[in-house]
């Protein structure tokens, strides 16, 4: 069990921002965000550079992403469209009542409609999995979902969410350069937080050959990334890693101090 990563979403001009609608941005004929934000931050769509994919014509046109978490409105004017499959995994329906599944779907695959803002692959199709209808998140039905959208043909999919941290652990973290560290622990050193290296199997199953684990970094402003984040370095006793490279953590970036936060 761990807790759902807390972020607001508001419509505003592109993906993720948090401005009120039509306001401190525009968008060139591409969609591409042209101007930055109130307060002299860049608009969040020139900060990831989703330009350049776009560029290239990967708009998400022909992709499904599974998004594992506590549902969706599905009659918002935005997702809607790109509503292929839902499940629901708590016996509360898949209607979204706590609010972060939609907002994770707007991130994702919002419509490019020329009003308020849009998705980053606003093209893609969505398959939304309920696996929590509030606070708490249950890793083992995102798995499941996770088994799920690979069955659909999913590319990727997507847990915003993260363990509780474990501070006592987390004291025995040793610094070896910058972005590096290991836990000096002889069960947890060797097994991760949580015992995610023994779970790490269970979830490449789960995803398959084609499909990738999008997972959140979390919230905690740390330098470092524990609990079910250390699956995308876990290796096998032959030193291969048993995700076999299908994991991206994601976190949140700060254009005013250049940082991830």
Known sequence: TGCISSWTWRRGCSSGTSLPR???????????????ARGGAPAPLAVTKFSNAYARGWTGLGSLVTIADTGIDATHRDLAPALAHARDYTGTGVTDTHGHGTHVAGIVAAQRDGV????????????????????????????????????????????????????????????????????????????????????????REALGPNQILVKAAGNSGTNYSAGANQMATATGDDGTLLLNGQMLVVGNWDSATGRIT
């Open 116 to 203: 308020g803002m849009h998705g980053g692959a606003f093209d893609a199709k969505l398959a939304m999995a309920k696996v929590a209808a509030g606070w708490s998140y249950d890793f083992g039905l995102a798995r499941s979902a996770s088994a799920w959208g690979r069955d659909l043909g999913s590319v990727a999919v997507n847990v915003s969410a993260a363990y509780l941290r474990d501070k006592r652990l987390e004291r025995r973290l040793v610094k070896l350069e910058e972005g590096s560290y290991y836990l000096d622990d002889p069960n947890y050193g060797v097994n991760g937080f949580y015992g995610m290296r023994g779970q790490a199997a269970a979830w």
């Open 22 to 36: 039509g306001r401190g941005c525009r968008s060139d004929s591409r969609g591409i965000a042209a101007v930055h």
